[in-house]
């Protein structure tokens, strides 16, 4: 099975900086068939179910402001808050749909410094 | 309206079982995968399971195998996990959740509203 580790936990970061999370995966989840990666990130405000950010790992669902962006391939990826803003506050979940058993990153929660 | 709507909350005894519905409708159904994602209280999301209703064919988590049973019903677009011998740290907001391998229209986002299972 495929173990999705995120770092760091939590972070706080200053209204209109930069904010950075990790995401590792404990196998590739790169598809050479079609050059994509099988990964995802969402976003979940308390109450609410998640919002799926990026998907491919660096396409922007359809409404996400550009300041969400993605990196990456492979195992290791990055997701970027360009400049925060204070409806951002939530936690963030990468999930591979790479193969079965799917999997999400434990969470990385996100505050204002 | 393309949505993915959810039966009510549950309050179930430990040992029983519990149905969780999820209709989905404005062409979600049929040849997508639908997930069962659950979160227990103030921890992370986690895959329990997927069906292609097209196909019948679930897939579980093996943490889930022996007591998750995910089935379809196309005639009402109509996804429903049922857990056995419920036990406390079930307890859990259960969504249901669309792969994202394909749009419908120009979104791939689409999630149940979630129900929450309180074991008892």
């Known amino acids: 099975d495929i173990v999705m580790t995120q770092s760091p936990d939590s972070l706080a970061v200053s209204l209109g900086e930069r904010a950075t999370i990790d995401c590792r995966s404990s196998?590739?989840?790169?598809?050479?068939?079609?050059?994509?990666?099988?990964l995802a990130w969402y976003q979940q405000r308390p109450g609410q179910p998640p919002k799926l950010l990026l998907y491919?790992?660096?396409m922007r669902e359809s409404g996400v402001p550009d300041r969400f962006s993605g990196s990456g391939s492979g195992t290791d990826f990055t997701l970027t808050i360009s400049s925060l803003q204070a409806e951002d506050v939530a936690v963030y979940y990468c999930?591979?749909?790479?193969?079965?058993?799917?999997?999400f990153g434990q969470g990385t929660k996100v505050e204002i410094k | 309206q393309v949505q993915m709507v959810q039966s009510g909350a549950e309050v179930k005894k430990p040992g029983s079982s519990v149905k969780v519905s999820c209709e989905a409708s404005?062409?979600?159904?049929?040849?997508?995968?639908i997930n069962w994602v659950r979160q227990a209280p103030g921890q992370g999301l986690e895959w329990m399971g997927r069906?292609?209703?097209?196909?019948?064919?679930?897939k579980y988590a093996q943490k889930f195998q022996d007591r998750l049973t995910i089935t379809a019903d196309r005639s009402t677009s109509t996804v429903y996990m049922e857990l056995s011998s419920l036990r406390s740290d079930d307890t859990a907001v259960y969504y249901c959740?669309?792969?994202?391998?394909?749009?419908?229209?120009?979104?791939?986002?689409?999630w149940g509203q979630g129900t929450l299972v309180t074991v008892s």
């Open positions: 959740a669309k792969d994202v391998l394909e749009p419908v229209g120009a979104s791939r986002d689409y």
């Open positions: 404005g062409g979600l159904f049929s040849t997508y995968g």
């Open positions: 069906i292609i209703p097209l196909l019948g064919l679930p």
């Open positions: 196998q590739s989840v790169f598809s050479s068939s079609n050059n994509k990666n099988y």
């Open positions: 491919w790992a660096s």
């Open positions: 999930h591979q749909y790479y193969n079965t058993p799917q999997a």
